[in-house]
């Protein structure tokens, strides 16, 4: 069934054509710079790659680009709309309204509204991204799929925090935990490549990005997952604190005279990798900077390899075990030495790494010894994929 998959930024829109009988990707590309001075569209399909600037005033028009250059006789990968059965949406925030992926109707968009202030930054975008195709598709069934939504497996004690509960009645305050399709994807290839039955499994699932997370997936469900409310909490990311004693806050408000939302910017975008290198959000550049004697950066990766090696732990007493963990997306597929620093230490669990297999980029391998007990895997995850997976079953059920 093809699939159009589309992840809807502020300024951006990613956009991937997919057909899942053969789980091939047809056509992808990017519109960029949305409502700002030299907008384009990139579209690659069957080696080609063409880019264009055009003015591109909103994301309807953005979608209109998209269409359009999926149907062009040159580029295209379709000879008509109606091949594509359905539109997946990325959307960030369910709240705890969506435990599954969704068809859109008029109450899904209704709560899809309630939700965008639990996710000010993405879900008024994934709004506008849904209303576009909406409009320019009107007899294609539009799906929502979440990253909030594998999550909403958790037990309470993993999601309620040690707040008046009255907040989370109120407000709406608990973890929700992001990332879920890529945690999803990579746990069901992980049971593949084990050749096991996920609702069997104990994995612990690291998907260490710009932004990371670390779930505890047991028997295919989460069970916890280190990102919260917002998208700060658990390991060190590119600009992201990571957790901080929630004292510090108040304290440097008062410290420094800073406000809510300065304070707010700081945790989000002048910490993690950055804050603490001073160098780069980039993995690969604070790697470089450590490897030439810097000791901020070095002790940025370590920090970031030793806070995941901590949730590791945590989630296999979480869990009660442990079968395999997984590393996924820019850092964990591609990093070598983070990989294996990380599981220095982990043998203690029966987790041992062979150096050899860890030299391994952006493809599945299991990269763990042959008597180690639990199984180290490189999944690279796809989310897209995911989505259109998703997608397709709704539609097929109806
Ligand atoms: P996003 O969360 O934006 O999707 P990605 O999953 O693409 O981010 O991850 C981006 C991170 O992956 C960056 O920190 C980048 O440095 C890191 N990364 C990509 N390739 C490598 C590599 N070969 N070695 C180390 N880090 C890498």
Redesign the pocket.
Same mark, same amino acid.
């Given at each position: 069934m093809k699939i159009l998959v589309i992840n809807c930024g502020s300024s951006s829109l990613k956009y991937q054509l997919i057909d899942t009988d053969g789980e091939q990707v047809m056509a992808k590309g990017l519109v960029e710079r949305i409502g700002i001075e030299g907008s384009l569209i990139t579209h690659q399909t069957d080696g080609q790659k063409i880019q264009k600037e055009t003015d591109i005033p909103d994301h309807k028009v953005g979608i209109k680009l998209v269409v359009d250059a999926l149907l062009s006789p040159e580029h295209g990968a379709l000879t008509s709309l109606d091949e594509i059965k359905a539109v997946g949406h990325r959307v960030v925030h369910g709240g705890e309204k969506f435990a599954n992926s969704v068809i859109i109707n008029d109450e899904v968009m209704a709560t899809l509204h309630e939700c965008a202030g639990l996710a000010p930054l993405h879900n008024p975008a994934n709004i506008i991204g849904i209303e576009a195709c909406q409009s320019l598709l009107p007899d294609v069934p539009q799906v929502a799929v979440f990253d909030t939504a594998f999550h909403q497996t958790m037990p309470p004690k993993a999601y309620i925090y040690g707040l008046p509960y009255e907040y989370y009645e109120k407000y709406g305050v608990r973890r929700y935990g992001f990332h879920g399709t890529s945690h999803k994807y990579v746990s069901l290839r992980a049971a593949k490549m084990l050749k096991k039955p996920l609702n069997e499994l104990k994995v612990v699932t690291c998907h260490l990005?710009?932004?990371s997370s670390i779930t505890a997936v047991k028997g295919g469900q989460s069970m916890d997952t280190s990102l919260g409310l917002g998208t700060i909490s658990g390991t060190i990311m590119?600009t992201r604190s990571g957790d901080v004693d929630p004292a510090v806050i108040p304290y440097l408000m008062e410290q420094a005279d800073l406000s809510a939302s300065e304070i707010n910017d700081i945790l989000y975008k002048k910490s993690g990798?950055l804050g603490i290198s001073g160098v780069s #959000?980039? =993995?690969?550049?604070v790697?470089a900077a450590a490897n030439e004697g810097n000791k901020r950066a070095k002790l940025a990766l370590d920090i970031l390899c030793y806070l995941t090696r901590k949730y590791i732990g945590a989630y296999a007493a979480a869990m009660g075990g442990l079968d395999a963990v997984v590393f996924t =997306?820019?850092?964990g597929e591609? #990093?070598t030495t983070?990989r294996a620093q990380i599981c220095q230490g982990l043998e203690f669990l029966g987790a041992k790494m062979d150096a050899e297999k860890n030299n391994t980029?952006g493809k599945e391998v299991d990269v763990a010894t042959t008597d180690s007990t639990v199984r180290i895997l490189v999944i690279p995850t796809n989310e897209e994929l995911m989505i259109a997976q998703d997608t397709a079953e709704l539609v097929a059920r109806g």
């Open positions: 990005g710009n932004g590119g990798l #959000s980039d =993995a690969r550049d790697e =997306a820019g850092i591609n #990093s983070i980029r």
